[in-house]
């Protein structure tokens, strides 16, 4: 989705951001967690605790953006050319057939 919506940039830049912090952020999800699940039903609240403890974690959800990115642009970039040269054939063929 962060790639869909263009937000690579943004998305690397506050989790780069935010790598040094990600043991004390899951550590207070663990201190919050039996407020949080009094009020609120979330699923996979301990998934998200635990890989936030592993600055690996982000690091690999990082390589992941970054490489979605980098397909992204390389199918973005091949369409565009089939598509530049479908209209330069078309080009091509209306030139031959009309009179000079």
């Known amino acids: 989705m962060t790639v869909r919506h263009r937000m690579t940039v943004p998305a690397i830049l506050f ?3 935010a790598k040094p912090l990600s043991f004390l952020g899951s550590q207070a999800l663990h201190f919050f967690e039996p407020l949080v699940r009094s009020f609120f039903s979330v699923p996979d609240y301990d998934r ?4 936030l403890e592993r600055r690996e974690s982000l690091e690999d959800l990082l390589v992941r953006i970054e490489a979605k ?3 992204s642009r390389r199918a973005e970039r091949e369409a565009k050319a089939k598509r530049r040269e479908a209209r330069r054939v078309k080009t091509d063929r209306t030139d031959r057939k009309e009179p000079k």
């Not at 998200?48 to 890989?51: G, I, M």
């Open 15 to 17: 989790l780069e951001s």
């Open 69 to 71: 990115d980098d397909e």
């Open 48 to 51: 998200v605790a635990l890989l």
